[in-house]
């Protein structure tokens, strides 16, 4: 007979077999510990029913009084699904009067928080067979994707309120980005959607607008500002974003007085597009061009930038020819308080954001149409309420702009 190793080290490892073997004789059974908790759960709800049930009647159960409004008439069944699984409750019925319960309504079967954790699974990027599997091990019953679907579908009327909502007159800076995103409905062909980040006097981040756009035109930006003007963003001190001219002519036609900042991380980005001799300049240049936006003050930039420029105009001249283009435009950021220039002087703030994004949208591959996509993107604001760390230094090293290098070529 083999000897059994009961020390206490082992005791643990043994127990676990010893469970095992009971539980293929049919002693015990897995899970006992739920199975109660939905029992106590259950009885909890159908007491709550009860009482409000006798409440409302005017009299308890066989109980005679002048004070009866109704008469009972037997019950119906209801199967409420909640976080803690489904409770199958008997729902007391009265003769004249339909009476509505507090603890669902009518048709309801599923808990406000169960469809919570539906609909934000679904947007975290969960698959339709993933999905199922956690819902029927957690509550022991699975979701279908057309319940998800339709719980997204429900914050339609959310997302038409969303952007019809007025807009404060209190942002003192305005940054705007883009995305692409594949459309079904087009032949799995690319579009982009505009975002419009806000920061408020207090240094709040809010996140004002998003659009889907034909293409990166001046008048899909003039359309997209106009928006935002006429639900009452009036003025703004000073907006980001990269150099694109469809941005500037925007900016120009909607908020002519607005300072206009060109995003420096975009900056290096062409600079390290248009390096010819990679492999003997890149290091060098791209670590000379940041030194650029550390100086402390604008002038001591420009002086920087005028060094750079004669020292590598001969070398790599459409390098420095690109990088010259409105270079006093990526340079306002200078003008304004120490504290506010990790603010303006990148979009780094709404790329942040636009990558939480992305990468929850990433699984999708496509969206089916313009309304999947508004409400997939209007979900993930909404339930992931994404914010963004104020005091997360702008850096960007030698590996960064390589790996945005190939991302953006």
């Known amino acids: 007979m083999r000897d059994i190793n009961l020390s206490q080290e082992n005791l643990s490892v043994q127990w676990q077999y010893v469970k095992r073997n009971l539980k293929d004789l049919g002693i015990i059974t897995q899970g006992t510990l739920e199975q109660d908790i939905r029992l106590i759960i259950k009885n909890v709800l159908q007491r709550s029913i009860d ?82 599997r956690l819902f029927h091990e957690m509550i022991g019953d699975s979701i279908s994707h057309q319940t998800a679907s339709q719980l997204i579908y429900s914050l339609k009327n959310e997302l038409n309120s969303y952007r019809q909502r007025p807009i404060a007159n209190n942002y003192k800076y305005l940054i705007i980005d883009g995305m ?150 990526t340079l306002h950021f200078y003008d304004y308080p120490t504290q506010d220039r990790g603010f303006i002087s990148t979009s780094n703030h709404l790329e942040r954001f636009i990558e939480e994004i992305r990468r929850r949208t990433k699984i999708q591959g496509y969206f089916k149409n313009e309304k999947s996509l508004n409400l997939w993107l209007f979900g993930i604001i909404k339930y992931l309420n994404i914010t963004i760390p104020e005091d997360i230094p702008i850096q960007l090293n030698q590996e960064e702009l390589e790996c945005q290098s190939a991302q953006y070529s």
């Open 180 to 329: 692409w995103v594949h459309m079904k409905e087009l032949k799995i062909k690319q579009r982009p959607v505009l975002f419009a980040l806000g920061i408020t006097k207090d240094n709040k981040k809010e996140l004002l607008a998003f659009k889907l756009a034909k293409g990166e035109t001046e008048a899909e930006y003039t359309t997209f500002l106009n928006d935002l003007y006429r639900r009452g963003l009036i003025s703004i001190d000073c907006i980001i974003a990269d150099g694109s001219e469809a941005i500037t002519s925007a900016v120009s036609m909607i908020y002519p007085y607005s300072r206009r900042q060109y995003c420096y991380t975009h900056k290096l980005r062409n600079l390290n597009q248009n390096i010819r001799h990679k492999y003997k300049h890149r290091a060098k240049m791209l670590r000379q061009a940041k030194k650029i936006y550390k100086q402390p003050s604008k002038q001591k930039a420009i002086d920087k930038f005028i060094t750079f420029y004669g020292q590598w105009k001969d070398k790599e001249p459409r390098a420095c020819k690109n990088f010259g283009n409105n270079f006093i435009d």
């Open 51 to 132: 009482k409000e049930f006798e409440a409302k009647l005017g009299a308890g159960l066989y109980e005679r009084t002048d004070l009866r409004e109704d008469v009972r008439c037997g019950y119906y069944d209801r199967v409420l699904t909640t976080t803690f699984g489904q409770a199958e409750l008997k729902v007391p019925r009265a003769r004249h009067v339909k009476i509505k319960y507090q603890l669902f309504d009518t048709y309801q079967r599923r808990h406000e928080r169960l469809d919570y954790a539906i609909a934000l699974s679904c947007i975290l990027g969960l698959s339709t067979r993933k999905q199922a």
